[in-house]
């Protein structure tokens, strides 16, 4: 009897839960399927495009020949988007975190502060920010020197002040590239910091209180409940800037791969990105697979 | 006992740990001010140069003399941008689009996420590696197609079982977006399924399941309960969604052809200024380089102004909530 009852309920369940999750279902088959399998057939094929229509020849892994033998720029740039991540990743999530952080403290200002804050989001839009950085005034400020602090250091000055202090180049050059880089970098936390925001809003303000009964620092407090509280959107936040580097449309691959199909080379774009989406495919698996691991050993301390 | 609170008042005051946490936290709020200062810089300064270029005379926009201040205010690049972006037909139908898909969107991508995150059902795992990858495949890559689907739409192949074969052609339609959007499939649908999961995956299960025991049907227990407690994600979304739409540039210009919609406009601009009727004079390029992208981020910003306020006490209002 209780048996019976146990297997109902566990089949009703799943029955909701395919309820709830139909509509993608239904979308994925109507809006997704077809192209996603016409484009994976352009892998492998030779696309004509003619007045009538495009035809296509089953030509094998021409396609993928091309893109890794006679195309000398696709590889290195594939390896190149991916090592970027390695510390555009942290840099952005960490910045979006601290700035969450500041932004959800009570102080004089607040709204107006994070007014301005919440405006990445707002002209989230690259070509926006393609458009006022070819202008030569605007676009000397954003690229060549570093804004910061309220005024602007020339960049070469940083690099001399770096070498005198004896560093090594790789380090001056590392830095570099991220001082010359951070305009852009502030300007992609904007959809970090509002996941973040709304996270730290989502925590019960009585595990603050009970803590800080119990005689625990603000320090403490940060590091025992808000980090893993907020775990699920530091997993959100690590994927969404992995994504949103890759297919930014400025990426030197999604650059060849929209020249291509621009170009009418159908086989070669598909080919590309597909190659490119397996790339990004792994580096998510990688990072939840080390996010489950992490959580399973922070289950085991308790 | 007046005199004793007095001399530990005076005690405290020179206490060194007293004193130290003073300083600390004197630090600590300069830091964080000039933190937020510069920051705030960096975020205002494109705002602001959009602004002064937009607003200076065109004649003497390339005077070097002039650095932030307009000497001279003149209306006219803004007021022959608006001609040359054809704006308010092209914002009417951009605000139409956005704002329809984003509320297709919350509701679709709210009920999926909230299934994705809370129930177990067969093929889950499979789906949601579906889900994966609709948000990695760029969207350049099947947007050739996409708009050949669009242009012969027959519903999946369900159209093509009646005689005939009847297609229907969405192109030029508000349905490009709105449609994908109803059934989570629209622009980025997959990201929202993965936010939405990602928060209803941490609030805790007690408040749902006390409601379940109680006969509440898993929709109404979904309205009831979930949707209140997380407001903050829903206003989250809602603002993504829709700049998201506004800013879209490769399917809108695929999709709509006739009437442009604002972004793509903002990409052919080069192209807008040579072929315009307005006569738009080589040196004042700069003003109408300026004044096109500042009307295009108008609207969202004037909505966002406006509804601000909502939006920061609503966050709290929930925090209090959970």
Known sequence: MKKASKISLSTRDSWTGLFFVMPFIIGFLI???????????????????????????????????YIFKENVDYT??????????????????????????????????????????????????????????????????????????GQT?????????????????????????????LFN????????????????????????????????????????????????????????????????????????????????????????????????GATILIVLLIFR??????SDQY | MLNTTRSLRIKNFCDPQVLRNKTVSMVVWILQWLFIIGLSYLFLFPIIFLITTSLQDP???????????????????????????????????????????????????????YGFARFKFPGKNLLFMLVVLTIILPPQTILPSMTLNFNYFDFGGILSLIPGKPTINLLDTPFTFVLPSLFASGLRGGLFIFIFRQFFWGIPKALEEAARIDGCSAFNT????????????????????????????????MYFTDVRLLTPNLNNLDRLLATSTVDVKGYAARTYMAAAPLLVILPPLILYIFTQRYFTESIERTGIVG
């Open chain 1, 31 to 65: 809006f997704f399927f077809r192209p996603m399998l016409q484009s994976l057939k352009f892998v492998f094929s030779d696309v004509t495009v003619e007045l009538s229509g495009y035809h296509t020849k089953f030509a094998g892994l021409k396609n993928l020949n």
């Open chain 1, 76 to 149: 290195t740039d594939l390896i190149s988007g991916v090592t970027e991540l390695f510390w555009k990743v942290p840099i952005i999530v960490i910045s979006a975190l601290f700035f969450a952080i500041i932004l959800n403290q009570k102080f004089r200002g607040r709204i107006v502060v994070r007014a301005i804050f919440f405006l990445p989001v707002i002209i989230s839009s690259g070509i926006i920010l393609t458009l006022i950085q070819g202008d030569a005034a605007a676009g000397s400020v954003m690229s060549g020197n570093v804004a910061a602090g």
């Open chain 1, 153 to 181: 250091i020339q960049s070469d000055t940083l690099k001399q002040v770096l070498i005198n202090s004896g560093l090594s180049s790789d380090t001056i050059s590392g830095i570099m590239i991220v001082v010359n880089n």
């Open chain 1, 185 to 280: 970098l502030m300007w992609k936390t904007g959809i970090q910091m509002t996941i973040f925001l709304a996270g730290i809003q989502g925590i019960p303000v009585s595990l603050y209180e009970a803590s800080s009964i119990e005689g625990a620092t603000a320090w403490e407090s940060f590091w025992k409940i808000t980090i893993p509280m907020l775990s699920p959107m530091i997993l959100l936040n690590i994927i969404y800037t992995i994504i949103d580097n890759f297919t930014d449309s400025q990426n030197a691959v999604m650059l060849q791969v929209i020249n291509n199909s621009q170009a009418v080379k159908y086989g070669w774009a598909s080919a590309m990105s597909w190659v490119y989406s397996l790339v990004i």
């Open chain 1, 293 to 298: 691991k992490m959580n399973a050993l922070a």
């Open chain 2, 59 to 113: 004649a003497s926009v390339n005077d070097p003399s002039i650095i932030w201040i307009p000497k001279k205010l003149s209306l006219v690049s803004l007021k022959e941008t608006i001609i040359i972006l054809d704006y308010w037909r092209s914002a009417g139908l951009t605000i139409f689009v956005s704002v329809i898909s984003t509320l297709c969107t919350l509701l679709s991508c709210s009920l999926v996420g």
């Open chain 2, 222 to 253: 979904f309205i009831r309960i979930i949707v209140p407690i997380a407001v903050p994600v829903f206003i989250t979304v809602t603002l993504f969604s829709f700049v998201w739409h506004w800013n879209d540039l490769y399917s809108a210009t």
